[in-house]
């Protein structure tokens, strides 16, 4: 996230995940049990950018949030989703959609 816009107004990153899809199987893996956990962002600038864990993200989470903000700034960090997967689960490649969003 980059944030040229030179103010002291903060921003959040919000995490959205769609259910999964199999592959060779077509089998759908609910995205309801996944957990989106962001490692520690590195920043520059002027702003502290603490991490929250985002537990079923299948509605808009909030996983980043700028605060202490003073001119540009950026950071970056690693996602870390963690899909829930049955037991009875199949093996398969699965693809899911996720989206990031900045306010």
Partial sequence: MTDNGASTAG????VLLMDFTGEATGARLSAAGATNTP??????GTVSVPASPATDPTAPK???TATCVT???AATWDAGL???????GVVDASTAT??????
């Fill in 71 to 73: 001119g540009n700034n």
């Fill in 82 to 88: 963690s899909p829930q997967v049955p037991t009875e």
């Fill in 98 to 103: 996720v989206t990031y969003s900045v306010s």
């Fill in 39 to 44: 490692t520690a962002a590195t920043a520059t």
């Fill in 62 to 64: 909030i996983i980043q």
């Fill in 11 to 14: 921003w959040s990153t919000s």
